[in-house]
C-alpha cells in the first residue's frame, strides 16, 4: 500500500494544495500509485498521535509518502520518533522535498540517528543560550521576573484615592480592606506604603 500524508500548521488552503501537487508529481515521476491520502491541520499532540496511528497501520514493505521532512512535526525528537518506527516496521518513508527515503537499512538509520543527535544538540544549546542569558541579566543587578504580589497591587491602583481616605478612618483596619479589595494583606500594606503614605 502507498499512503501520502499532508499536514497544514494553519488554515491556509493553499499550503495543502501545494503539498498534495508536490506529492502527486512525485509519484507520477516514480510510477507510483497513491492508494490513501491522510490529511490533518496542527502541532499539538493529537495530531502528532495521527500520524503516528499511519504509520503505525501500515505493513512492512508499504510506503509513506510527505511533501518535507517537517509535516511530521514540528520538533525534531517527535520526527525522530517517527522516523525509527518507520524504520522498525519496514515502512518505506519519502521525504519529497529534500530528497530523503527512509528504509530498514544502515544509511536510512544513520540519517534517523542524526536528525536525533541535532535534536539534542539544539536542545542543549537552548538550554544554555537561556541560562548565559539570566546570568547575563542578573549580573547587570536586574530583577526577574515580577515581583510578587504585583498583579494585587496594579488591581489597588484604580482605587488609590478611596483607600488614602478609607485609612484614615480609625475604625477599619488594614486586614478588612485588604479583605474587601480581595488582596492579601502583605500586598495591602506593600501598597499603602508605595503608593499612598509616599504622597502624603
Known sequence: MIVAHIRTYTSNKLSSEIQQETIEKFAKLHKLTIDKWYKDSGSNARNNKKIENVIKGLDEGDTLIIADISRLSRKLVEIMHLLMICIERKVILYSVSEGYTFKNNINSKTLAFTFGLVSEIERK????????????????????????????????????????????????????????????????????????????
Open 125 to 200: 544549546l537552548i538550554s544554555v543560550r537561556t541560562k548565559e542569558a539570566l546570568a547575563l541579566t542578573r549580573s547587570k543587578g536586574v530583577k526577574l521576573g515580577r515581583p510578587k504580589g504585583s498583579l494585587q497591587m496594579e488591581r489597588l491602583l484604580p482605587y488609590k484615592e478611596h483607600i488614602r481616605k478609607e485609612i484614615k478612618d480609625e475604625n477599619i483596619t488594614y486586614a478588612e480592606l485588604a479583605e474587601y479589595y480581595k488582596v492579601s494583606l502583605s500586598s495591602f500594606k506593600r501598597f499603602v506604603k508605595e503608593y499612598v503614605n509616599t504622597e502624603e
